[in-house]
């Protein structure tokens, strides 16, 4: 599957983090076709091995979050309007006259209704809307409602999938599918490559509601070296230009305090090798990703981060480059591939 | 379970100085489990053997507090707040210190708005002549918690510090009840809850469940333009769906869910998008235990009167002796 499908398959899966429990079987189907053996554990992180054919394998972790930040219903009103909150970080201001799935007994539409401008007093006008004070029509009175839907159901947002100019996609869940995307597209570069280490290809859970996927997948698979893939901020109008990056301009290789330095000078040195385009993210702080959790993990793991540039975060219309999670994929694949002959390289250029 | 709750409530239990909870509650069940320790930290965990699975059952035995930071030239006591303590409801409140010295919490004259009433601008008057007769009193880190006598009033409960004691008294029926189960059951009185969910971490560690409960308490939307979830007194022991700490594993709510429904117990689902519980540090040990959590609807979490309903207490401890035997 070119990996312009792929995304687009990839972002037609509901996963609301905490709920990947539907999403699991979909994702692993998706990581079977290039990986020896995929499990799925307890908590439905999704964990594909491609066997190393080297001797002494050291086992090399890389993951993609896949679980996307929604809503979950925490009430029902006399009028059949459902109250909500939200999972993972949703931005209030981006819901008004959202379109909605409600994932209750069955899947059902709904709307997240916005007051007319015509009935909105000049005070009001100007006023931030409250999460608390929206609600989500699905077209029901109470006594229906309470039928299909009940207090816990999650909800999704509902948006197609958008191809723009310039190889340009936007849709919800980019963040992090465009991640996911690049793990298959990594494990696809690896089938053409000898490598002699074992990959653990992890696509995992609830990173949004605080980062569980990383800390069960790093006691479980003890890693020598963990690669987290995730997004950074795309280059937006009024984005600070030091934590925002250009679209189509290469995957963004982290630097900073909790990555092994180490690692990522050679990554950096490959990429210039292998003519991959990349752009440096300086993170001075705990990088706010899976990174974090591995980089100070069991006895500590080394660690890498390797982020696609995504516009407007945590909205509908998430926009990455096809371009840049190729390159995230190359540069991981080959990273994994060739680290080897490049410490003995560094040797001698450092 | 009035009395029960009554005698926990009873004992001063701020975060990191359980150990008065620890022995009221070891006095409770030492007879009927097979095993009772205190660990390092000061978890209390009670081991009823089996040869299924490991089930964890934590409720916490702390409690919200002051502690003393300074003790000013007249006497008048400093404090820094020990968990989620809401500095206007503490205002004109009774606090006790663990010798039983009692105090009242004031604020500084001075401020413009009562709003501005932050613990930097509050004291603890313990009627000390000054600051020598008060360092005889107290010393600095000492701690003090809210008084509330328990009181049982048209089914319910109201008092200090059912926040979680209610829970512990949930867990301590129903150790004494020996629900017969294939399985090894933890009850685990954990420490350290209310300044991040501390206790539960190790002692998960220690004990490496198959699965987890936290038994705790949740905020209810029952009273005047309250707005959080859909909780209400009365309506039966809340099945944690999420809080701010966790997300309930979706094989446990259900099973919870089932438990409930086949034997005709009232039941809740939880929602909460503040606040955490024990099953927040659980849930991610050790490589990932399934976690969820039984909560005991109340009203004014975190201040000296807490209203739990006692139907809600014994359907909890009902919901609880079911889910263990399946």
């Known amino acids: 599957m070119e990996c312009r499908d792929l995304l687009k398959k990839l972002c037609s899966i509901d996963a609301v983090t905490g709920r990947e429990d ?57 009028n059949g309007f459902l109250r909500f909150t939200n999972m993972g970080g949703v931005d209030p201001k981006t819901l008004a006259a959202q379109e909605v799935a409600v994932h209750g007994r069955k899947e059902i539409h709904g709307v997240i209704g916005s007051k007319p401008p ?8 100007d006023k931030p809307v409250k999460m608390e004070d929206m609600l989500i029509d699905i077209g029901y009175d109470e006594k229906q409602a309470r039928k299909l839907v009940s207090v816990g159901d999650v909800v ?20 992090n599918r465009s991640s996911v995307a690049a793990l298959v597209e990594m494990l696809k570069e690896l089938k053409r490559i000898r490598h002699r280490d074992n990959v653990y290809a992890v696509a995992t859970v609830q990173e949004e509601s605080g980062l569980v996927g ?92 390797l982020s696609i540039p995504a516009k407007y975060m945590h909205t509908t219309v998430e926009m990455v480059s096809l371009d840049d999670i190729e390159a995230a994929a190359r540069l991981a694949a080959r990273y994994i591939a060739f680290r080897d002959e490049l410490d003995q390289e560094g040797n001698s250029n450092d | 379970m009035f009395d029960t709750i009554s005698t926990l409530v009873n004992a001063f239990g701020p975060s990191g100085r359980e150990n008065r909870v620890a022995e009221a509650i070891t006095h409770l069940i030492k007879d009927k489990v097979d095993e ?25 035995m702390d409690e919200i507090g002051l502690i003393i930071t300074t003790i000013d030239e007249k006497g008048f006591l400093r404090f820094g707040t020990v968990g989620g303590v809401l500095p206007l409801i503490s205002l004109g409140q009774r606090v006790v210190f663990e010798n039983g010295l009692t105090g009242v919490v004031w604020y500084e004259e001075s401020i413009e708005s009562i709003k501005d009433a932050k613990p930097e601008k509050m004291y603890i008057d313990i009627g000390a002549k000054s600051r020598e007769h008060a360092e005889e009193l107290v010393e600095i880190g000492d701690m003090a918690v809210f008084e509330g006598r328990p009181v049982q009033q048209n089914g319910l409960v109201i008092s200090r510090a059912l926040d979680d004691r209610v829970g512990c008294a949930v867990l301590a029926e129903l150790a004494r009840r020996c629900p017969e189960t294939d399985h090894e059951i933890y009850y685990v009185f954990t420490v350290q809850e209310e300044v991040g969910l501390r206790g539960a971490r190790t002692a998960a560690y220690a004990i490496r469940p198959d699965l987890a409960l936290a038994i705790d308490v949740t905020r209810t939307a029952d009273t005047p333009k309250s707005r959080h979830g859909a909780v209400s007194l009365g309506k039966g022991p809340a099945i944690k769906v999420k809080d701010n700490s966790v997300i309930a594993h979706p094989a446990i709510r259900e099973r919870l869910e089932n438990c409930a429904r086949e034997n005709g117990i009232p039941y809740q689902l939880e929602v909460l998008d503040k606040g955490g519980t024990d099953a927040g540090s659980i849930h991610i040990t050790a490589g990932g235990i399934p976690s969820g959590g039984v909560s005991i609807p109340t009203r004014f979490i975190h201040s000296a009167s807490e209203i739990v309903n006692l139907e809600d207490a014994g359907n909890a401890l009902k919901l609880l002796e079911t889910f263990v035997k399946l």
Not at chain 1, 52 to 71: F, K, S
Not at chain 1, 249 to 277: D, F, N, Q
Not at chain 2, 46 to 56: D, E, L, Q, R, S
């Open chain 1, 118 to 125: 015509h009935l909105t007093s000049p005070e009001d006008a």
């Open chain 1, 156 to 175: 999704s947002f509902k948006f197609p999938v958008l191809e723009l100019k310039n190889n340009r996609m936007a849709g919800r869940s980019m963040d």
């Open chain 1, 214 to 305: 990383a800390f069960m997948t790093a006691w479980n698979l003890k890693p020598d070296l963990a690669i987290a893939i995730d997004v950074c901020h795309g280059d937006m109008p009024d984005a600070p230009s030091d934590e925002s990056f250009p679209l189509g301009k290469g995957v963004a290789v982290a630097v900073g305090p909790i990555l092994s330095r180490h690692h990522t000078r050679a990554c950096m040195r490959l990429a210039r090798r292998e003519r991959i385009p990349y752009q440096v993210d300086a993170e001075e702080k705990d990088t706010g990703t899976e990174a974090a959790v591995y980089s100070s993990a069991l006895e500590g793991i080394p660690t890498l981060l």
């Open chain 1, 22 to 78: 539907a999403a699991a079987q979909a994702i692993s189907g998706i990581l079977s076709d290039y990986c020896n053996e995929v499990r799925v554990d307890a908590f439905y992180n999704v964990i594909g091995l491609k066997k190393g054919h080297g001797e002494n394998p050291r086992n090399v972790l890389v993951t993609a979050h896949y679980d996307q930040i929604g809503l979950i219903v925490t009430g029902i009103d006399e």
């Open chain 2, 36 to 60: 009772i320790s205190s660990d390092a930290m000061g978890n209390l965990i009670a081991v009823k053997k089996g040869f299924g699975k490991k089930i964890m059952l934590a409720a916490h």
